[in-house]
């Protein structure tokens, strides 16, 4: 009950204080479904340890329900059979979103994002994006705006969620968007990431190119 109550992070943390032996205990109380968050979350050391001692089915079962941005934190480990695998299973988009995050460096912006985002065109009316936020259901954790784009994906600015529930339903997304928003370059130093959210007190920015 205590390690399932317990963060990913926080399983993490108490299994690298505790001795190999102990480890594994604690690992079986592991609900398969947060296993890959788990995963991440160990040192590289720690991590590799399990990777080698879990069979391919039980690699793909871990990591099935995993963020995009934690996945290529961990596909990197994987044996080259259950990442090829892993990548074939996925959806087009989820693959070059993979692509994408794969591409930059770990301790920079664009390997640190989080691809859930939600995107609309800047041509519909505020009644038209409320309807489709309706059909989704829900939205990823921690969503304060939208990033409004055009049809091939570049960034033209944020949309707040406070501002679309006010304006007038007819109103296209274009006259109410924000066009500075809260840009960063996917070059951008982690450290230099964490500053700008910091000083600017910022909930949700787009990494861009």
Request: no cysteine; charged share 30%.
């Amino acid at each position: 009950r205590m390690i399932a109550a317990m963060h990913p992070a926080e399983i993490a943390l108490l299994m690298e204080s505790l001795p190999p032996a102990q480890r594994e205990v604690v690992w079986n109380f592991v609900e398969p479904e947060i296993e890959g968050d788990v995963l991440v979350e160990l040192s590289e050391d720690v991590r590799q340890g399990f990777i080698e001692g879990m069979d391919a089915e039980e690699l793909l079962a871990a990591a099935e329900n995993m963020e995009l941005d934690d996945l290529a934190d961990l596909v990197g480990d994987l044996p080259e059979a259950v990442s090829m695998q892993l990548v074939k299973s996925m959806d087009h988009q989820d693959r070059e979103r993979l692509k994408t995050v794969l591409s930059f460096e770990h301790d920079t912006a664009g390997g640190l994002m989080n691809t859930d985002t939600v995107s609309v065109r800047a041509d519909v009316t505020v009644e038209v994006v409320l309807r489709y936020l309706r059909m989704r259901g829900e939205l990823p954790d921690k969503t304060d705006r939208l990033f409004v784009v055009d049809r091939n994906d570049q960034f033209h600015g944020t949309l707040a969620l406070t501002r679309l529930l006010i304006e007038d339903p007819e109103k296209s997304v274009g006259d109410i968007l924000d066009p500075l928003g809260s840009r960063i370059a996917p070059d951008t130093n982690a450290h230099d990431v964490a500053q700008l959210f910091q000083d600017r007190d910022l909930v949700s920015a787009a990494v861009v190119d």
